[in-house]
Nanobody, 125 residues
């Protein structure tokens, strides 16, 4: 199994930046791709960004394209999400996720089989 632990959330003013980190452990060799999702109160969990673990291809939701950057440190099994120009509507619990079962990039939460506990990001106006 793969275990994921997020860190780096917090409170920031609109226009500010935060960097989220996700530490992966366990059977990390089984990871095909990883992603960041977020969930605001009353909303569905939504896709934010994804990264192919071996090739490094990246994918973004339109709402964050140009502001967020997903990256990895494969040696240390770390995933990052650099968030710039934050907006109040970015406020949510952010989750790190890994897909160890399906080959090929996916953006649907239900197709990711490993999840972290989530970290709160709050952007004040």
């Amino acid at each position: 199994q793969v275990q994921l632990v997020e860190s780096g959330g917090g409170l920031v003013q609109a226009g500010g930046s935060l960097r989220l980190s996700c530490a992966a452990s366990g059977r990390t060799f089984s990871i095909d791709h990883m992603g960041w999702f977020r969930q605001a109160p009353g909303n569905w969990r939504e896709f934010v960004a994804a990264l192919a673990w071996n090739l490094g291809n990246t994918y973004y939701a339109d709402s964050v394209k140009g502001r967020f950057t997903i990256s990895k440190d494969k040696v240390n099994n770390m995933l990052y999400l650099q968030m710039n120009s934050l907006k109040p509507e970015d406020t949510a619990v952010y989750y790190c996720a890994a897909n160890t079962l399906k080959r090929g990039i996916t953006f649907t939460p239900g197709e990711f089989d490993r999840w972290g506990q989530g970290t709160q990001v709050t952007v004040s106006s």
